[in-house]
């Protein structure tokens, strides 16, 4: 399975109910960086969460890092039609190597 | 949005045509990079760049290349295009050190070779 796996692959929700997408990691990190990519665009980041943070908040955004397991997760709270987008994780390696994305989780938000 | 700009936006071209996508930024950041991405699916690197005159490829085996002769410009180029290589490419930049910072995203271009 690939570097970064995320978790749904697709979620669909109504406005102001909150979402939570799911991110696994396979080596160490000394960073996870979460992305949005809205269709037929390039990805906007969102938040990076370094590796000796457990939780970090940007407006409606909680990121947690669970380092033991490998898996971070991304909450957005009373979510929006516009927060409809595909969301990558991407992990940032402790050397030399390159910042490996997730497959993504698209999610739907239902006015 | 980030003041990264791709261009063109859409390329539909034939087989063995040569093209050139071009990639620029105006943050003045060193490091630079493009990844291909299928529809829904994940992003693969293939090129990266940490100055002028460094190049490197990435972990997708691509029989693109590319050129840093200018800090804001970093274009990859097919000698030959061929329908394997419909994608969309997706160019990047960030300033801080590598892989610790965020990078910044150009909207892409969508190749298809016919």
């Known amino acids: 399975s690939q570097q970064g796996e995320e978790d749904p692959q697709a979620l669909s929700i109504q406005e102001g109910e909150n979402a939570t997408m799911n991110c696994s990691y396979k080596t160490s990190i000394n960073n996870l960086q979460w992305y949005r990519q809205n269709s037929g665009r390039g990805l906007v980041h969102l938040i990076l969460i370094r590796s000796n943070e457990r939780e970090k908040h940007s407006g409606r955004l909680r990121v947690t890092l669970d380092t033991s397991k490998k898996s971070s997760s991304l909450l957005i709270t009373a979510s929006r039609a516009a927060d409809t987008a595909s969301y990558f994780c991407?992990?940032?390696?402790?050397?030399?190597?390159?910042?490996?994305f997730g497959e993504g989780t698209q999610l739907t938000v239902n006015p | 949005e980030a003041d990264i700009y791709q261009t063109p936006r859409y390329l539909v071209i034939g087989t063995g045509k040569k093209i050139t996508l071009e990639c620029s930024q105006t943050m003045g950041h060193d490091k630079m990079y493009w990844y291909q991405q299928d529809p829904g699916m994940e992003l693969h690197l293939i090129h990266y760049s940490y100055g002028v005159n460094s190049t490197e490829k990435g972990d997708l085996s691509s029989e693109s290349t590319v050129s840093r002769i200018r800090t804001e410009h970093f274009p990859l180029t097919l000698e030959s295009a061929r329908p394997s290589h419909t994608s969309q490419y997706l160019c990047?930049?960030?300033?801080?050190?590598?892989?610790?910072?965020?990078?910044?995203f150009g909207n892409g271009t969508r190749l298809t070779v016919t």
């Open positions: 990047a930049s960030s300033g801080g050190t590598l892989y610790n910072s965020p990078l910044h």
């Open positions: 991407a992990s940032g390696p402790t050397s030399g190597s390159r910042l490996t």
